[in-house]
């Protein structure tokens, strides 16, 4: 059975931050009861494929998958898994979650269902949600010093056409013509009266992935400019070629956007073996670190006392870094990402 919900929430909340922690926020939940542990198991790893999968493939942002620690887990779940990325200024965000509940909230709840032998079973359940706060990661990964970087995908307005000398005999009919022919795009014209040097600056704040300048000049020569919002790169192209090739830049856009935070989070990504290292690089180096780790919570609240930083998972993607936790020395379980998160 899958139950699945988009409404408010309202949390007490000290500290808010805009989009990142706020005391209202929309979210999507999802919650699902199964026969079996294993197909619980799976539910909640399809879930989290589904919003990593989202993250990157729409909204730009690569995502490390793994497995919450008994600590940082939804309590009473048997496990938590979640997705994690790395924002611009080097710190990490917990991006989606996906629980498996086991059947604890089950007995406790006493809900049960009637098996194929009639007899009385617990279930085992799941849950999963995202929430606005991927709002505040759009802009985190992807922002510059101008404004919004919106992946083309999710950009409200992908093309804005501004005339230059909008005045002058035909610029306009021209601009609403090409507003025509890319209609396949999410496309506007800003004809109001400011100057094309204020419409720039307002289309790059708003993150608007493509703006199309077009005056007397180019009319006459059957031509345009796009410009691209996260590069700037200017492209003159003909009238006659300008539908294929927005649809072209776009997409090079999107992946480009991808394979940027991706570059991004893998150089901001350190590998540690011993204490001093940690503690240098989590002082010194904004972003993620990778270390091994015996399991013990004694040890995540060291390192979390001293460096700041706190598991962000244990990645399904393992590599093998030492023989032994980075902070005990005790053998290790597994390896872990590590991070100052908001
Ligand atoms: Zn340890």
Request: aromatic share 8%.
């Amino acid at each position: 059975k899958v139950y699945n919900q988009w409404c408010s929430v309202v949390r007490w909340e000290k500290t808010t931050r805009p989009f990142l922690r706020t005391m209202e926020f929309l979210w999507q939940e999802g919650h699902t009861a199964h026969a079996t542990a294993e197909e619980a198991e799976e539910r909640t790893i399809q879930m989290l494929n589904v919003y990593a999968d989202f993250c990157e493939k729409v909204l730009a942002i690569p995502m490390i998958k793994g497995k919450k620690s008994e600590k940082e887990k939804f309590a009473g779940a048997h496990a938590t898994y979640t997705i994690e990325a790395l924002m611009h200024d080097g710190k990490a965000l917990q991006s989606g979650t996906s629980h498996n509940f086991g059947d604890g909230f089950a007995r406790a709840f006493d809900i049960q269902y009637t098996d194929k032998e009639n007899k009385l079973q617990y279930v085992y359940q799941t849950s999963w949600g995202m929430t606005t706060r991927i709002i505040g990661a759009i802009i985190m990964v992807h922002g510059d010093n101008s404004g919004l970087v919106l992946p083309p995908r999710i950009a409200p307005t992908q093309v804005m056409i501004i005339p230059i000398n909008q005045n002058k005999e035909g610029v306009m009919e021209a601009a609403l013509r090409l507003k025509e022919k890319l209609g396949t795009y999410r496309v506007k014209v800003d004809d109001s009266d400011k100057s094309p040097g204020w419409k720039f600056s307002e289309q790059e704040m708003r993150g608007i992935p493509i703006r199309v300048e077009i005056g007397p000049k180019d009319i006459e020569a059957n031509q345009a400019v796009i410009v691209r919002r996260d590069t700037r790169e200017k492209i003159m192209v003909s009238l006659d070629e300008i539908t294929a090739k927005v649809g072209e830049t776009l997409e090079k856009m999107q992946s480009d956007m991808l394979e940027r935070a991706r570059v991004h989070r893998d150089t901001h990504t350190y590998s540690v073996t011993t204490m001093e290292e940690f503690e240098k690089t989590a002082a010194e180096k904004p972003g993620f670190i990778k270390a091994m780790w015996c399991g013990e919570e004694a040890c995540e609240n060291e390192i979390k006392d001293r460096t700041g930083a706190t598991s962000r998972c244990m990645p399904f993607e393992q590599e093998h870094i030492a023989d032994t936790c980075v902070c005990c020395g005790k053998p290790a379980k597994t390896m872990a990402y590590w991070g100052k998160a908001y």
